[in-house]
């Protein structure tokens, strides 16, 4: 055997036995910061071994010639898939032609290793030059340690060409480095709470550290004009992360080993899997997924900061507008405070121990839009402990609350104090709900940070583009006291943070506690109370008909005043926004207001009210008759046994083009109208009633791959069915094909007049999609109620959402002979949540085909 084949098989089972064994070490032990030290260890010994038997084959030194580690390799921080990046370093260009080929053979024994190399070529020269397109190479060499070859020309390098380097350029990579961090945190949302985080480039990612790290260093030797000693010049704040550094290396160890690559995803299986091993815990304490992640959140929320207050003092390039605006910003300053770059500072940094002078930044900043300096948090920091030996009296905490939550900015406010532990010394109850995670793939965010972004949407709404998030801005102005309105938001959700079976119940008592404690009156206490038990309450009306005069009667008397009416439906619209971008749809976001306009008519008793009673229904079918003269008499016996939901669902134009299609049934016995809307599809069916008609449109939907997100089924008394769904387009097969609308309305005739095979329709869909295991089991629920509807049965169907569930539901519906009268369509992460008002025969249900619905819906929906 050549000596170049014992090298590579030496190497090699040096390279996969160590490997293997730094594995089993960290799967004993759950170490990640002894996994990345012992995995740099080995690379390096694997590439000294390879610099001696090819690099300085022959017993040569190679002057002129060093080989530098770079990025994480250099701050040894070799994760188990990282890539490992190398710098061969040239005193000139003398000695590039002679290494040419021993390079290439270096570099290609570790690629034969499987290891990720990432190589680059310089001249000592060509390092003292700054490529603009290449920012990611400058900012490697921050991390250069030397590893092998000509020490001198390494210390030429470090001691001398990078300083003045890094001096003379530094203003321009710290900004480009800012910049780059700010696109990566927007790309993220702006946040660190995701679902399933990416632990190395999302906010509080371990990226975020070591951009502190570079900052830190940066502004080092720009001040000094050396290479600082080692870590001296990192803060003390950053210092402090170690704990956080620790966790998240463990974290990112573990996806390594567990994925089998360098995918840094803390997916949901990763994170069960993760609070099972305890990995990151220094102790072997149980904890679920949600007391992991909650943890997790918390270290990464300290990164995230750290990195924050390193980047205000990197102002963004903006324009020159921005900056007179900025200027005139500084003229906000007084004898308090001086306002630089959006930054608070203290003119007098002792008087922070006066508590009052300590919440006015805080009110000051939720006022103008500012955050506190980094010296003036500092200084913040310092005299917290004597603040929480003393706390402020009820009366006192209540008035500095007050003065932050009803500014525009309060959110950002909130945050800022929560970080520094100043808003829990104020109202300790929040430690309860302090990074708390609802594991269900809906609540996109911590409890914590979904209070303060339902605070933000309410602020934001005075200010919004869209119209109704304008009508609910309008409506804030309207409140008498909307400061009790953002302290009910702040506390909704405390109960979250105690097991138990209803988190209202339990967050009612806490919140109570609190506004004892904080010496509200009676009124706010009241009002509040009514606020927190009742925030779910606009959201399970939606689930029934809110344009039946009894459900909003029923909703009404829950509610009591205009006033509360006013407040419930800010907070839902808010609690709803703040779950998840997607949330609040526009067509919830118009029912939450329909549904107050009709209590605000019924509490108010105002002729709107009216338009509800018999004779106002025939003006407004007198009104549409006069639009169509012709056509009166076709107009009534066409409206003839329509409910009168109808009337209120649609507007004028949209009743009588249902007309005219109705006109053509004659020709065509189905109908139908197909629109694309600013959110969704809306498709209108028109055709005489018969059995598992719903059933098998809704099936057609599925069959074609679209996600029905609303629906709503009538029919008049000459057996004419108008239903209409709303859906969305999954694989966008309408929208990027336009002949595919006619073949897709088509196919849903032919599966209505039955001359297509809507069961094999259904097989080929499910056939072609992969089987996606859901991440949260939802478990199926049914429930009926006879006392909402004077004339129909509710049945409300829980379930897990997936294709074609509403097919399979309305089926089984048709299959006992139940007539849908109106079906409300809603979907909550994982979790369907669809209300049918149902007759059998033109009644309600009867307790037998009750018993009997249950029993088939649950065979058929837990069949997967």
Known sequence: MSTAATLHTELRDLYLSATTRIQQDFIATGD????????????????????????????????????????????????PHSDVDILFLHADRSTEEALRDHIRTFSQELWDLRMKLGPTTRTLAECDQFDAQNVEFTISLLDCRYLAGDRELFER??????????????????????????????KYGNTVFHLEPNIKEAPGGLRDYNVACWMALLSAIDQECRWPATESFLPDSTRQLKPALQFLSSVRTFLHYRQGRDDNMLAWESQDEAAVRHIGLSDSSALDAAGWMRLYFRQARALHYECLRLLESVPAARSSLYRTYQNWRSRLSNADFSVVDSLIYLQQPSAVRDPELMFRIFSFAAHHGLRPALSTETRIQQVLPMLAENPPSGPESWRYLQSVLVEPHAADALRAMHSLGLLTILVPELKLIDCLVVRDFYHRFTVDEHSFLAIECLHRALHAKSEWDQRYGRLLEELERPELLYLALLLHDVGKGVPGESHLVTGLEIARNCMQRLQLDQAARETISFLIASHLEISATLRRDIYDPATVQAFSDKVGTPERLKMLALLTYADIKAVNPDALTPWKAENVWQLYVAASNCLNRTADQRVHTDEDQDESIARLQALVPQSAKKLEVFLEGLPKRYLRTFRTDEILQHLELAGRLSEDPVQLHLIHGRHWYELSVITNDRPFLFAKIAGALAAWGMNIVKADAFSNAAGVVVDTFYFTDRFRTLELNLPEWERFQRSLSDVLTGEADLDRMIRDRMRSEAKNNAKVKVQTAIEFDDQSSASSTLVQVIAQDRPGLLHRICSRFAHHGCNIEIALIDTEGQMAIDVFYLTSNSSRLSPELHTELRTDLLEELQAD
């Open 32 to 79: 990640g910061f002894a996994a990345i030290a012992a995995r740099t260890a080995l690379v390096e010994q694997v590439l000294l071994r390879l610099w001696d038997e090819v690099i300085c084959s022959g017993g040569s030194d190679r002057k002129g010639f060093a080989l530098v580690a770079l990025g994480g390799f250099g701050r040894r921080s070799l994760f």
């Open 157 to 186: 390098l470090h001691q001398k060409v990078l300083p003045k380097f890094f001096v003379r350029e530094g203003n321009y990579i710290i900004q480009q480095l800012a910049e780059v961090t700010r696109s990566r945190h927007a």
